[in-house]
Each structure stands twice: as structure tokens, then as C-alpha cells.
């Protein structure tokens, strides 16, 4: 069975500090995808990125930084120079490709940015 | 951009009365997902549907819950006898193809008494 830890349940920082959050997931399947979902006070959940298994590579998009790293089973996000606007919960989250579409989310980790 | 709409916002029903919680999922996506987020905690998988049925459903997706796509661009989630436990945030969600993107709706609050 797939899981998503995210193990980092809140994290506060001060306005553009640069801040890492960890997700490590566990599957035997060789072929899945790994996904980062932002969910802001008001309640929706916005897709950030989605990483299939057989690409490695670092994205970056503006401020944010993904970081997947099979050897370790970790696909980290990174936000550069922290904002107010960044506060939310985020969830990273997995699906296999012999179970769907299913998403397996981790636990979220919430982000407090302060002024 | 085309966004995934669900009504209503908030749902406070009795306990043991049906629900139903509607979906309208971007027009040219082919999956459609159920989610719950009980309060506080992560969002918990429900149920896929593609091409009229159900793909592939959790645990929680028992004899009490179905999914249902009455025309073209509706997409529903009953509940039939509704518990306490079933108070959740209920997020439809929809995808074009299988392992893209899913997007979700903002969610339907329900509130069992």
C-alpha cells in the first residue's frame, strides 16, 4: 500500500526566510506520480505540481523549488523569500499507475508566515 | 480559467436523511473524483468514475455513498442516511486525462445534527 509523511505538522517563519517542506512517500511501484497541493484559509485546494517517477530533475517555478529524490523517497518543496500570501496548509500527495487516479495525500503541513 | 463548481457551499442535514452534493467538473476533462477532508485532518480519497462508472473507490465509499453523472455535465455524491461522522468537507474533483492534474471544486461543508 502507498504513503505520503509529511512529518513537519506546522512551520512558522518570518517573512522571506526561505522555507523547505519534507514529503516522503513509500510505494513498491516503479512507475507513479507525486503531486503538491497548496489549500489556503479559504478552503479550496490549488494543484502547485505534478512529477512523474522516471523524471529526477529539480523544477523551479518563481519563488517555489521542487526537490525529487528517489534514493531517499523524498520530493521536497521549497519556497524562496517567504510571503504572507504563502500561508496555507500544504499537502503533497501520490498516485500509483496500477491503482487510477487515486490520490493518497500525506497529512499537510501548515505554513505560517508572519510580517 | 475553467474551474470545477460544487453546490451547495454548506449542506447541514439530520442525521439519517439523504443528501446529495452536486459537481459540474471542467467541460472537456473525462475523470471525475470524490474527496473528503474531515476537520483538521487530510484529504481522504473516495471514489473515481470514468466513462460511466465507477474506476476505482476507498474504503470509506460503502453501501451508503454513490456517484452518479445524470446528463452531460453534472456530477453528483449521495449520501443515503446520513451520520455524524459523514460531517466533512466533500471536494469534487476532475482531471482530462488519467494521471494529470486533478482539479478540485472549493468544496462542499456538510454539517450532520
Known amino acids: 500500500a502507498q504513503k505520503v509523511t509529511q512529518a513537519q505538522t506546522e512551520i512558522s517563519v518570518v517573512e522571506k526566510e526561505d522555507v523547505t517542506l519534507d514529503c516522503v512517500y513509500e510505494t513498491r511501484d516503479t512507475t507513479y506520480y507525486l503531486f503538491w497541493y497548496k489549500q489556503p484559509p479559504s478552503g479550496e485546494l490549488v494543484f502547485l505540481i505534478r512529477r512523474n517517477s522516471f523524471d529526477e530533475q529539480n523544477e523551479i517555478s518563481g519563488r517555489y523549488s521542487w526537490n525529487f529524490q528517489k534514493s531517499t523517497s523524498s520530493f521536497n518543496f521549497t519556497i524562496t523569500a517567504s510571503q504572507v500570501v504563502d500561508s496555507a496548509v500544504y499537502f503533497c500527495a501520490l498516485s500509483l499507475n496500477n491503482a487510477g487516479n487515486m490520490l493518497t495525500f500525506g497529512g499537510g503541513t501548515r505554513l505560517m508566515v508572519k510580517p | 480559467e475553467p474551474e470545477v463548481t460544487q453546490t451547495p457551499s454548506h449542506q447541514v442535514t439530520q442525521m439519517g436523511q439523504e443528501v446529495i452534493l452536486r459537481c459540474v467538473p471542467i467541460?472537456?476533462?473525462?475523470?471525475f473524483y470524490w474527496y473528503r477532508q474531515i476537520l483538521g485532518q487530510k484529504v481522504e480519497f473516495l471514489v473515481s468514475?470514468?466513462?460511466?462508472?465507477?474506476?476505482?473507490k476507498s474504503e470509506i465509499f460503502d453501501d451508503q455513498f454513490s456517484v452518479e453523472r445524470p446528463d452531460g455535465s453534472n456530477f453528483t455524491l449521495k449520501i443515503r442516511s446520513t451520520k455524524l461522522e459523514d460531517s466533512a468537507m466533500y471536494f469534487c474533483a476532475s482531471s482530462e486525462r488519467q494521471f494529470q492534474p486533478q482539479h478540485f471544486g472549493d468544496g462542499t461543508r456538510l454539517s450532520i445534527l
Open positions: 467541460s472537456n476533462h473525462l475523470y
Open positions: 468514475f470514468y466513462n460511466n462508472e465507477i474506476s476505482e
